[in-house]
């Protein structure tokens, strides 16, 4: 099984940043996709970033439009986490943030959540 441990949520005005880590563990494998998602209140979750690896390199990166030029997902594989700097924040970008991997042998595995408040 995978576990996701998600961390660096938190409050923040407008236009400021924050960044957000998830480390997974367990039996990830050496070909994965991590990611973020996120859903507001009254909202379907919806896609962040996503970013794959195969072996030691990394792989494909896809961002929701809405966050190009603003969010930058990266990874280190030698910690199995996946980072998402988040800059330029919006009132808009409140969600709760939730990491995402999907293993071949596992499957679709969720963290718990962090919550990300920005003020206007």
């Known amino acids: 099984q995978v576990q996701l441990v998600e961390s660096g949520g938190g409050l923040v005005q407008a236009g400021g940043s924050l960044r957000l880590s998830c480390a997974a563990s367990?039996?990830?494998?050496?070909?994965?996709?991590m990611g973020w998602y996120r859903q507001a209140p009254g909202n379907e979750r919806e896609l962040v970033a996503t970013?794959?690896?195969?072996?030691?390199?990394?792989?494909?990166?896809i961002y929701a439009d809405s966050m190009k030029g603003r969010f930058t997902i990266s990874r280190d594989n030698a910690k199995n986490t996946v980072y998402l700097q988040m800059n330029s924040l919006k009132p808009e970008d409140t969600a709760v943030y939730y990491c995402?991997?999907?293993?071949?042998?596992?499957?679709?595995?969720w963290g718990q959540g962090t919550q990300v408040t920005v003020s206007s």
């Open positions: 367990g039996s990830i494998g050496s070909i994965n996709t």
């Open positions: 970013i794959r690896t195969i072996g030691s390199s990394i792989g494909r990166t």
């Open positions: 995402w991997m999907r293993t071949p042998r596992w499957g679709e595995t």
